[in-house]
């Protein structure tokens, strides 16, 4: 089973995210960064699922060099490739992006062969934009599915694209319980973080990571949705903090009046 794995690099979850001047991005600078969770959980799944069926994952980023220290974490917990498509590092909209992803895609299935499945994040940490992997699903003419919380192969299949009748099994949860999603191979999916636990790296992972070797494939160039015409951002928003307040309302039993008002206050009482 060959499996394509999509990360980006994002400022690392808990911190303070920044919108540049004229509103259009996060502003990066001085943060430490990471793989989004979604993709982070994405790149897990990958792993597993080869584990339990054989085949070999492939990580693909976009982004500036500095990109290659999230694509050597993904090969520290059992990613086997890694490929980059690199940039000057400056923000692309997703459908610079997606138009880029695409091409490197087809360049790395015409060499190898097709992907059985590729696995996208959800949507990105930062910008959150939910596009990216649609947009390249759909060029690439392979069924997708974003919001996954469950994948597994059907019993006695290999994952292989190959095999007549080829099928993944997706689930999705809703309000009402969970869809289930039968996706015919090669396919595409956007899991969500807590799809699973991601591994933490080994010891022999990282000196593994450390030698592995990195191939580039130089982006195509496309037009933003501003240049085209088509949807595009007006601009991005921080939202508003929201304060918390703790009040002790005293200890020992000098507490119990105040827990009693408290609780009356609230109408349980």
């Known amino acids: 089973?060959?499996?394509?794995?999509?990360?980006?690099?994002?400022?690392?979850?808990?911190a303070r995210i920044n919108i540049t001047e004229d509103e259009q991005y996060v502003d990066d600078k001085n943060l430490g960064h990471a793989i989004s969770p979604h993709e982070e959980c994405g790149v897990e799944a990958a792993v597993q699922l080869v584990k339990q069926h054989g085949g070999e994952v492939t990580v693909l980023s976009m982004g500036g060099v500095e990109t290659e220290e999230?694509?050597?974490?993904?090969?520290?917990?059992?990613?086997?490739?890694?490929?980059?498509?690199?940039?000057?590092g400056s923000p692309k909209d997703p459908q610079q992006t997606a138009a880029a992803l695409t091409a490197a895609i087809s360049e790395l299935e015409a060499a190898d062969g097709a992907f059985d499945l590729m696995i996208f994040g959800n949507e990105s940490a930062d910008s959150g934009g939910f596009q990216v992997g649609i947009r390249v699903a759909h060029a690439l003419?392979?069924?997708?599915?974003?919001?996954?919380?469950?994948?597994?192969?059907?019993?006695?299949?290999?994952?292989?694209?190959?095999?007549?009748?080829?099928?993944?099994?997706?689930?999705?949860?809703v309000d009402s319980g969970m869809e289930v999603y039968e996706l015919?191979?090669?396919?595409?999916?956007?899991?969500?973080?807590?799809?699973?636990?991601?591994?933490?790296?080994?010891?022999?992972?990282?000196?593994?990571?450390?030698?592995a070797e990195?191939?580039?494939?130089?982006?195509?160039?496309?037009?933003?949705?501003?240049?085209?015409?088509?949807?595009a951002q007006v601009r991005l928003v921080s939202p508003p903090e929201v304060a918390s307040e703790t009040v002790i309302l005293g200890t020992g039993p000098e507490s119990a009046p105040a827990v009693v008002d408290l609780l009356e206050e609230l109408g349980v009482l």
Do not use: F, W
């Open 141 to 173: 003419g392979r069924p997708m599915v974003n919001g996954i919380k469950g994948l597994e192969l059907p019993a006695g299949q290999d994952g292989s694209a190959a095999a007549a009748d080829a099928y993944i099994i997706a689930r999705r949860e």
């Open 214 to 231: 990195l191939t580039a494939i130089e982006p195509v160039s496309a037009e933003g949705a501003h240049a085209n015409g088509c949807q």
């Open 184 to 211: 015919p191979l090669p396919a595409c999916v956007g899991v969500k973080e807590g799809i699973n636990l991601p591994r933490y790296p080994t010891m022999r992972g990282r000196l593994a990571s450390k030698k």
């Open 70 to 88: 999230q694509l050597r974490a993904a090969v520290s917990v059992g990613v086997a490739k890694m490929v980059l498509v690199p940039t000057d």
């Open 1 to 14: 089973m060959r499996i394509l794995a999509l990360v980006k690099r994002v400022p690392a979850p808990g």
